[in-house]
């Protein structure tokens, strides 16, 4: 019988509070009190309801987890609040330092820490209003991540509404958690990709990644995702006093925390909680790769503050990268894009720490002489860093007859060019005419601190030179949309946005542009200091080794490989046809003038290394503007002593707050000394 409006209203709310309460005890609290069935069939009857009366379905339903239909492109969103990287070594002296800079900033003998896992997985943001679970973003570069919000939702783990039961969350919350996929479910997921002539994941970390970036949130749903959460990064008025307080909270509002972290304040006792999980690190259900130490004192950390790029009231103690023995198959040179030809390891497939490794690094041919490696050698790898496998040593075989001792070529494995030697190094001089650079240099040549052509990465780049599309760089500013869409993984519309973001990158300015030539030794710093200097990318091209090496910063070996990059015939004609109508140099940029170009700030509270008014005047000059109140178009918020309440309203809308320190960072990433 059909039930009327008010009392499906009625039910529905009744539905919606029971399975909620059933996820957060099986999700969460891994104690479910009804079966599957059961829950099957209450799922069932709040379906039905909400097809007879649609305009009942709320956002927070748990019908609604996977209701989005597939993207063109990722949103980019701003941040709550910095998700900053953290300091790591593996050395127990690091941790040992890091606990003394602690106690001698705080003045403290006794320093209360919250050590937890380090998950191996995919960082994300996510933000509730009013309880309601309303966006969610990737990292990204710690302030903007790619918006992510319709997968997301399809986790089971991640409540689309929080609990009440005891503190009330606050109207505004952002909080950090990481993504990962647990070692059981990458397996079967790897099993099914292969089945369906797939490739599959190499990492569970990079399943977690992957699944989370997919365009299609069902293609999202249908991977076996899980979260913890573990930090709070931004909640209007919140009095959390400490990390084991927000781990308590996080709890409480029906969010899943990991059950390993601990409270203590002994370095000792940290070092036993490493050793320990180091040892039970094979049989987590989960990848591990560390430890991280977390100062439990919110207050005190403001004390300790930030650097750009990392907190200075927590630690990454990482655990030694897993080594294992295989066999050398076969040494093949790669071309690298600087144009380095780097000798690999073809080896015996290998399990190292949850990932099949195939391949390893041999740096240069001196280092192979050194290791004296071989084909068909017996070896020693480990993933440094968990990440980069490399070859530690040979593995000695009494008895056994060796293979020749491995020769570099002579010639380019990918243009054929005569290879030359520098230091310990080899060479391929046919910078941009060499496929395997070219396809590596027109990478670098899009990346975010060079022309930030989105949507040309890695395998678009490949993609363009072993198609013929191009053959020199300049090529790249001829693309028509009609030349992509024949290529594998180009529709209409993605052909079209990658040309439109070409186009929009054609005027640059010159440190970015000198940065994406890949020119051997400057990186984004150097390439500023070089704008600064010449102003102009014809005087740098007249530069002489003298004059380069005169600049503060540009030593000799550097200013070497500068004079040499534009002295070389083939580097002059490609940039003479960038800069024949294809290119726009922006010149002047880089230094004084425009380093800060367009960003709004607002500043608060009492500064110690300057006034208020010359940090104004500074950030001014260097071409940003300084607005007096503080809005979502506020890029960042810097904060004194005794800040008053535009540093509330900087939390409250999601703006980035810099203390003194981040402020002093930020100039001097921007190449602004100070």
């Known amino acids: 019988m059909a039930m009327n409006r008010n009392k499906a209203e009625s039910r529905i709310h009744e539905l919606h509070a029971a399975l909620r309460h059933h996820d957060y005890l099986y999700y969460v609290k891994d104690q479910p009190e009804i079966s599957d069935s059961e829950y099957d069939g209450l799922f069932q009857e709040l379906r039905e309801l909400e097809d007879q009366f649609p305009d009942l379905v709320t956002p927070d339903s748990p019908t609604q987890r996977v209701g989005g239909v597939p993207l063109d492109d990722f949103t980019k969103i701003r941040h709550a609040a910095p998700m900053l990287s953290l300091d790591s070594d593996q050395a127990e002296d690091a941790l040992r330092r890091f606990d003394e800079r602690v106690r001698r900033t705080l003045g403290a003998s006794r320093v209360d820490y919250v050590v937890e896992p380090k998950l191996d997985g995919a960082s994300v943001e996510l933000v509730y209003e009013n309880g309601i679970l309303t966006r969610a973003s990737t990292r990204g570069d710690g302030t903007v991540g790619e918006g992510i919000t319709d997968n997301v939702r399809t986790i089971a783990a991640i409540p689309l509404r929080l609990r009440s039961v005891g503190a009330k969350p606050p109207a505004f919350l952002a909080i950090r958690g990481e993504v990962i996929m647990r070692i059981a479910a990458f397996e079967e997921l790897n099993e099914m990709l292969l089945v369906e002539g797939k ?5 569970p970390r990079n399943a977690a990644a992957g699944s989370l970036r997919q365009l299609d949130p069902q293609v999202t749903a249908a991977r076996p995702l899980d979260i913890y959460l573990y930090d709070v990064l931004a909640g209007e008025g919140t009095s959390l006093q400490t990390q084991w307080d927000v781990l308590g909270a996080l709890a409480s509002w029906g969010l899943r925390v990991n059950d390993l972290p601990r409270r203590i304040s002994s370095v000792d006792d940290i070092v036993d909680y490493h050793m320990d999980l180091q040892a039970r690190r094979d049989d987590l259900e989960y990848e591990i790769d560390g430890v991280v130490v977390k100062l439990d004192d919110i207050a005190a950390r403001e004390v300790l503050g930030a650097t750009s790029h990392h907190p200075r009231w927590a630690f990454a103690f990482k655990f030694p990268p897993r080594k294992e023995i295989t066999r050398v198959l076969k040494i093949v040179p790669s071309v690298g894009r600087t144009g380095v ?31 004296d490696i071989r084909e068909g050698d017996l070896v020693r790898v480990q993933r440094a860093g968990d990440v980069i496998p490399q070859v530690l040593e040979r593995v000695a075989e009494p008895g056994r007859r060796r293979g020749h001792p491995f020769r570099m070529p002579s010639h380019c494995p990918s243009c054929g060019s005569e290879l030359v030697e520098r230091g310990p190094f080899t060479v391929c001089p046919n910078s941009y005419q060499c496929p395997a650079q070219l396809a590596a240099r027109l990478e670098h040549f899009a990346s975010r601190d060079a022309l930030d052509i989105e949507g040309l990465g890695e395998e678009t780049a490949k993609l363009l030179v072993n198609q013929g599309l191009v053959r020199r760089l300049p090529d790249l500013f001829e693309l028509e949309p009609g030349d992509l869409v024949r290529l594998e993984g180009f529709a209409t519309k993605s052909a079209s946005n990658l040309v439109a973001a070409i186009e929009h990158s054609s005027a640059v300015d010159l440190h970015r542009f000198l940065y994406g030539l890949g020119i051997p030794e400057v990186g984004v710093t150097v390439a500023k200091t070089l704008a600064t200097h010449f102003r102009s990318l014809e005087a740098l091209r007249r530069s002489s080794g003298a004059e380069l090496e005169s600049i503060d910063g540009v030593g000799p070996k550097m200013a070497e490989q500068i004079e040499s990059f ?16 294809k290119i726009m140099v922006v010149e002047g940029a880089g230094g004084e003038g425009t380093a800060l170009q367009g960003l709004k700030f607002v500043f608060t509270g009492a500064l110690q290394r300057m006034t208020r008014r010359q940090a104004k005047e500074l950030v001014e000059s260097l071409g940003a503007s300084v607005v007096s109140s503080v809005s979502r178009e506020t890029d960042y918020v810097v904060v004194g002593t005794d800040p008053g309440s535009k540093y509330d309203k900087a939390i409250a809308v999601g703006v980035t707050t810099l203390s003194e320190d981040g402020f002093i960072d930020l100039l001097h990433d921007s190449g602004v000394e100070v």
Do not use: Q
């Open 341 to 371: 030809v780097t000798p690999g390891a073809l080896l015996r497939p290998v399990e190292l720490g949850g990932v099949t490794v195939s391949r390893a690094n041999l740096h240069n041919r001196e280092e192979v002489a050194r290791k």
């Open 199 to 203: 490739s599959p994941f190499a990492n």
């Open 566 to 581: 534009f002295s070389d015939a083939r580097n002059d004609s490609i940039l003479d046809d960038l800069l024949a109508g």
